[in-house]
């Protein structure tokens, strides 16, 4: 993938979005794990720009990194000393997670936990949920599984969804066909009780990525985060 810092497994964006799907299908286990087998690392190995942009402020906790991938985020995490449940679809990425967590020292503090969202969600109560790029191909749920993430956030706690605004700068129209929401559809499609939450953040960035030939470019993407009051 280009040089940035987009970590997260579930994430047509950085495909074709019409790629061959006579094969697994799209979005499931077996589609993920042929996806990372494919070669020894898919994405940057650095966390997210956003995720540490909006939690390098925040007291650790207990944190859940859904769509873990190879475990960028939640290595970064670890280090600044959350305890994290790290959560992906795909066993591949977790094990290989897993390896970088052991090698940056923090293997202790992370519990992995391999999910099919639409089916299954980890445990728990968390003081940060992080939900960056979590984009899928396929039947992906992705709003009820939001409402989940945010069920899942403890009083006081913080939810931090991440996801592309549009295609990068040297091809904008890539995926005009492919519908990303704005940080207020977000919060609305969490249907978040009045007055039980705050909105911290609402806003676009756009982020620094190369092309494809390693020239300097740009992607807009978008951060929601929002704290629960009780």
């Not at 897993?98 to 391999?114: C, D, I, K, P, S």
Request: hydrophobic share 40%; aromatic share 6%; net charge negative.
């Amino acid at each position: 993938m280009p040089k940035h810092e987009h970590t997260h497994t579930h994430d047509p964006a950085h495909e074709n979005a019409h790629a061959d799907e006579a094969g697994p299908v799209a979005g499931g286990a077996e589609f993920w794990d042929g996806r990372y087998s494919e070669s020894t690392r898919i994405w940057s190995g650095r966390p997210n720009a956003l995720l540490v942009r909006e939690a390098e402020d925040l007291a650790p906790g207990r944190a859940l990194d859904l769509g873990c991938g190879e475990g960028a985020d939640t290595v970064w995490l670890a280090r600044r000393g959350w305890r994290v449940t790290a959560a992906d679809i795909s066993k591949v990425a977790l094990g290989r997670a897993a390896e970088h967590a052991a090698e940056a020292g923090v293997g202790e503090l992370v519990e992995w936990q391999q999910h099919d969202f639409s089916r299954s969600f980890p445990e728990g109560e968390f003081e940060l949920v992080s939900a960056c790029f979590l984009h899928s191909y396929g039947d992906f749920p992705r709003e009820r599984i939001l409402r989940r993430a945010a069920a899942a956030v403890a009083p006081g706690g913080t939810l931090l969804v991440v996801g592309h605004a549009g295609g990068p700068s040297w091809n904008p129209e890539a995926l005009a066909d492919i519908h990303f929401p704005t940080p207020e559809e977000v919060l609305a499609q969490l249907e978040l009780p009045e007055g039980g939450w705050e909105v911290l953040t609402a806003a676009e960035h756009l982020q620094p990525m190369t092309d494809p030939e390693g020239r300097p470019g740009t992607r807009p993407d978008n951060a929601l985060k929002v704290r629960r009051l009780a």
